[in-house]
């Protein structure tokens, strides 16, 4: 039994419809319907006499429903007190951002909200490769960090927050050596790389590993949130965040060569023994909140 079937049942015992009840509750009418025949199966008993236009509560769905609106009440009353306990929250937050835009990590939304619900929380980012990274939180001079992996990070308590993909940027003047070429016209082309401890770094090495091959690195930048700028250079090939990559096509900065791609995630991570600190869960809820994920 989940808290939202128990508010469908309420409000459409309130307003006898389904379709209001969907419009109330800003959800679809399959969504509610679902969520009632869900509920019944939990509970295992009917709720409503589906006989007639109007939904009618069963016996057992009028004995339930002062049952079910003492619940709604009591969750309300459960979020308001917590909501007054993160106001008493203090302490500062130290967090560990990767080489990317802090648009990417929807930094300015996670931000203002933390200081609308944690007001006497500091809070303090701190950007680094992601192998320094992790080492950082596994020493405990880090509270939390977002990490841009392949595979979740190992040992540690994480969320996974969306789906990234990176896509070869090649600059325009180097178009026309790649119009013919495969994988090992590519390594050979210059490439513009992250430090050995990003996530860049270990993203390309593994896009070559696979064929065999290793870039011809020309650059090695510690500003993995600004390779683009070196693509529109022309100084060499990058990999690009697809979002980063495909608006560049379109406005004719470099090619995208569509043979090569790497996937992987953006997560939030923390130490086990962190999990349970009262700054991080109001953390976490925070961003739960801010990416719904």
């Known amino acids: 039994m989940e808290l939202y079937q128990v508010r469908a049942f309420v409000t459409v015992a309130r307003v006898g419809n389904v379709t209001k009840a969907a419009d109330a509750l800003c959800v679809t009418q399959p969504a509610v319907t679902g969520q009632l025949k869900s509920l019944e199966q939990s509970l295992g008993v009917t709720l409503f006499d589906r006989g007639s236009g109007r939904l009618q509560l069963t016996k057992a769905g009028e004995m339930l429903l002062p049952q079910a609106e003492a619940l709604l009440a009591a969750s309300t009353e459960l979020l308001g007190a917590a909501k007054r306990m993160q106001g008493d929250l203090r302490g500062r937050i130290d967090i560990g951002i990767p080489g990317e835009s802090p648009d990417f990590m929807r930094l300015g939304p996670l931000t203002t909200e933390l200081r609308r619900t944690l007001p006497l929380v500091e809070l303090s980012t701190r950007s680094l490769p992601s192998a320094a990274l992790l080492d950082h939180i596994k020493a405990g001079t880090l509270a939390a960090v977002f990490h841009v992996g392949m595979h979740p990070p190992g040992e540690l308590e994480w969320q996974s927050l969306r789906s990234v993909s990176y896509r070869v940027a090649i600059p325009n003047p180097l178009r026309s050596e790649m119009e013919l070429g495969g994988w090992r016209v590519l390594a050979r082309l210059p490439w513009v790389d992250g430090t050995p401890d990003s996530h860049v770094h270990h993203f390309l090495r593994a896009l070559f590993d696979q064929q065999g091959l290793a ?3 020309a650059v090695q930048s510690a500003d993995t949130a600004s390779l ?9 090939c990058a ?6 990559a495909l608006p560049g096509v379109e406005r004719g900065e470099w090619m995208v060569w569509g ?5 992987a995630r953006l997560f939030l991570a923390t130490t086990a023994d962190r999990a349970s600190d009262p700054l991080i869960v109001a953390l976490l809820s925070v961003l739960r909140g801010v990416w719904k994920p």
Request: charged share 30%.
């Open 215 to 217: 870039p011809n690195i």
């Open 228 to 236: 683009d700028t070196f693509v529109r250079a022309g100084t060499g």
């Open 239 to 244: 990999l690009l965040r697809e979002e980063v």
């Open 259 to 263: 043979a090569a791609k790497i996937d």
